[in-house]
């Protein structure tokens, strides 16, 4: 459902092997068109969002990671879909969690 509304190939991710499973996601809106927002959980209730939309042509594909107090952020592009993982998370964890997500593609 999301797929088709985002207009973006993508695959909803399993981050199960690192202790997280999906709590449920949201199409929104974006200044550039649709975007998708998944919620994952692990069992301590520690969450993680994925944001999903199409990028703007400029955008930089590598991974990058950014820092605002507790939240860490990494965001990259693959192919037609622009990621950012999110969450309260040491950074080598969230690096892991993102590595994991975009080896599912």
């Known amino acids: ?4 509304r985002l207009g973006v190939p993508m695959k909803l991710s399993d981050p199960s092997r690192q202790g997280f499973h999906l709590v449920g996601g949201r199409l929104l809106p974006d200044l550039k068109g649709p975007s998708a927002q ?3 959980e692990d069992q301590s209730k520690q969450r993680v969002t994925v944001y999903l939309r199409k990028p ?16 860490g952020l990494f965001y990259w592009v693959d192919g037609t879909a622009g990621y950012a993982l999110a969450g309260k998370l040491p950074r080598a964890q969230l690096l892991a969690l993102a590595q994991a997500i975009y080896a599912q593609r």
């Open 1 to 4: 459902w999301l797929r088709s």
């Open 38 to 40: 998944l919620m994952y």
């Open 56 to 71: 703007e042509s400029s955008t930089p594909a590598e991974f990058r990671y950014e820092q605002e107090g507790e939240l």
